[in-house]
């Protein structure tokens, strides 16, 4: 069956950047999300990449998706204290149902 | 609405009572989903309804789950005879069929506890 991993926490300092990494098993993938929530609230889209894609930069984040090694991975450039959050990676195959790692806890030091 | 919308926003409930949970999906959504995060851990998928489709009810994890959704509107999940172990924030999403793009928008959840 699907299954998301990522790894459980991640710690920087503010201004540095932040990578986070996910793997995932569902090669029939079309669709991969990262989400963001912080204390108390909902999930938040940060943003999203299409299985055709490599790469796709938004502003201070950098998506790269590695389709052969089922990789994707969530850099952050310049990281605020505002950044600390959760962030999930999750995949779905064409909108369906999205299957979510377990997040990973971006604590930034000031 | 503007949003996503849950109710109650926090519940607490004996143990072996029934809840029921509320969602208010965004006007024109026709997908809706229910999902479970227990502390510290990522999101289950529960259940998934499309429309008129019978609705994908593979995640929910006994028989005393179960949920309902009237056209495209409202949802209603109802637990029966909670357990300590059904404590969690449940939290519900939306989408327009086909825009996967924009994924889901989430609802701020609703936080169950059993005692």
């Known amino acids: 069956g699907e299954d998301v991993e990522q790894s459980l926490f991640l710690s920087v300092r503010e201004g540095d950047s932040s990578v986070i990494n996910c793997t995932y098993t569902?090669?029939?993938?079309?669709?991969l999300y990262w989400y963001k929530q912080e204390p108390g609230a909902g999930l938040q889209l940060l943003t999203y990449?299409?299985?055709?894609?490599d790469m796709k930069q938004d502003q201070r984040l950098t998506v790269l998706l590695n389709k052969k090694d089922k990789h994707l991975s969530l850099r952050i450039a310049d990281t605020q204290t505002g950044d600390s959050a959760i962030y999930f990676c999750a995949e779905s195959q064409y909108g369906n149902k999205l299957v979510f790692g377990a997040g990973t806890i971006l604590r930034v030091k000031s | 609405g503007a949003g996503v919308s849950q109710s109650p926003s926090n519940k607490v409930t004996e143990k072996g009572k029934d809840v029921e949970l509320r969602c208010d999906p965004i006007s024109g959504h026709t997908a809706l989903y229910w999902y479970r995060q227990r502390l510290g851990q990522g999101l289950e998928f529960l259940i998934y309804f499309q429309g008129n489709s019978a609705p994908d009810k593979s995640g929910l994890p006994s028989d005393r789950f179960s949920a309902e959704r009237t056209g495209e509107s409202v949802s209603t999940l109802t637990i029966q005879r909670t357990q300590q172990e059904d404590s969690a924030v449940y939290l519900c999403?939306?989408?327009?069929?086909?825009?996967?793009?924009?994924?889901?928008?989430f609802g701020s959840g609703t936080r169950l506890t059993v005692v």
């Open positions: 990449i299409f299985s055709n894609m």
């Open positions: 569902d090669s029939s993938s079309t669709y």
């Open positions: 999403a939306s989408s327009l069929a086909g825009q996967s793009d924009y994924g889901y928008t």
